[in-house]
């Protein structure tokens, strides 16, 4: 069986996390999302969580070398051997280079790279719904618009790093769910 490593990318508010949570279980690989594993390591009060708290409740990004330690560990697991699907990660330059370097060294190439694309003023509204209804700490009006700058600035770079490469799926993010997915599934099932 080929190796099947994939990036998703998106603003927030795209639906990521639903999406990815419904082509991991599509494609039977493990999930690696960096915002669960930074928001578990911080209700735990872990070393790493400490580190990170700060960061994650103004809307900034958590500094490199403790995401990249984090993502190491995990890949470095026998179970993500298989492939896996990296959500939330890289989410700088900086991080994506020293995955193509951890990956080169495996020689398992990223197979894909998913973005999703939508209306900034839509995302800013489905966020502040989902603010009232979900009470995430990082969802208030002030870190929305945070982490919209920051995703500008830091990640949006790397869609056009992942053209130049030609793994790059541009995904539309609006409709429901089920409309989304299924465009996400007919791509990636095309080059399984
Ligand atoms: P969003 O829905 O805003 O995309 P995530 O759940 O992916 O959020 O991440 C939540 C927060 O966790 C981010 O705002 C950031 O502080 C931190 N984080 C997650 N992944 C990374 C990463 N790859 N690099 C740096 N910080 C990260």
Known sequence: MTVMLI???GPPGSGKGTQAKRLVSHLQIPHLSTGEL?????SQDTPLGRSAAGYMDR???VPDPLVLELVAECLGRPEFAKGCLL???PRTLEQAKSLDQTLAQRGTPLALA???RADENELVT????????EKRVDDNPQTIAERME???????????????????????ALGTP????????AVVDARR
């Open 7 to 9: 990036v998703f990318i």
């Open 38 to 42: 930074l928001r578990s390591a911080k």
């Open 59 to 61: 809307g900034q990004l």
């Open 87 to 89: 959500d939330g990660f």
């Open 150 to 172: 920051v995703y500008k600035r830091q990640t949006a770079p790397l869609v056009e790093y992942y053209q130049n490469r030609g793994i790059l799926v541009p995904i539309d």
């Open 178 to 185: 089920d409309e989304v997915f299924e465009r996400i599934r």
């Open 114 to 116: 998913v973005e999703l």
């Open 126 to 133: 489905r966020m502040l719904k989902r603010a009232a209804a």
